[in-house]
């Protein structure tokens, strides 16, 4: 019985710590492409390639720059665990003329049906929540902002965001996320052990009864 109650105990630990060593931020890709890529900011023009720059970042995104380097335009929003890829790219500008900068985001949030989505961004953006396109404008424009609403089921999914800074300054992304926090593998792990101890004592206890 005490072996028991400590296996369920480990468990429960492992669930209450869970939000403790929870993951809810942001993934994030970086390349620079040339700057007819940067036009259109869909799926279909995430480059195939190693991204130049790996990093995490927390909701809500606060990027901004005029004129600005890679690593300075990450910066603005707290972005870390940042991994530099290709070098040189973290001190060269976000876009020179010639060279554009294409980011992709991933993570999980959650939302309800009919949630809307402010985004501050310069220049254009898609955003895909469970599969559904809000309809962000993906092309060139100034600094503007869009008010979009989630019309698909409640729950907790997969988004991506794809953001691209073409033809010259600002680079401007401003959203909040409602980013869904994951338990981290050793989590699990954890709750796996405690759950898998509780079943192996019950089964040997119920062998000792039936004797």
Not at 24 to 34: D, I, R, Y
């Amino acid at each position: 019985m005490f072996k028991l109650k400590q296996l369920g105990l480990v468990a429960a630990l492992a669930v209450a710590a869970s939000s403790a060593s929870a993951v809810n931020v942001a993934s994030g890709k970086l390349w620079h492409v040339p700057e007819a890529v940067t036009f259109n900011a869909i799926p279909a023009n995430v480059p195939g390639t190693t991204p130049d720059v790996t990093f995490d970042v927390n909701s809500p995104f606060n990027f901004s720059g005029t004129s600005v380097s890679v690593n300075t335009w990450l910066a603005s929003s707290g972005a870390f665990n940042i991994v530099e890829n290709t070098g040189g790219t973290l001190a060269s500008l976000m876009d020179n003329g010639v060279v554009g900068t294409f980011l992709q985001f991933t993570g999980m949030v959650t939302v309800t049906n009919g949630m809307t989505f402010t985004v501050t961004h310069d220049d254009g953006l898609t955003l895909i929540i469970g599969g559904i396109d809000l309809g962000f404008n993906p092309g060139p424009t100034a600094p503007v902002v869009n008010t979009a609403t989630y019309t698909g089921p409640s729950g907790t999914f997969a988004f991506e965001l794809d953001y691209a800074e073409c033809c010259g300054g600002p680079a401007v992304l401003q959203v909040d996320l409602p980013l869904q926090a994951i338990p981290e593998p050793s989590t699990y792990a954890l709750m796996g052990l405690g759950l898998a101890g509780m079943g192996l004592t019950l089964r040997r206890r119920r062998q000792r009864e039936n004797v």
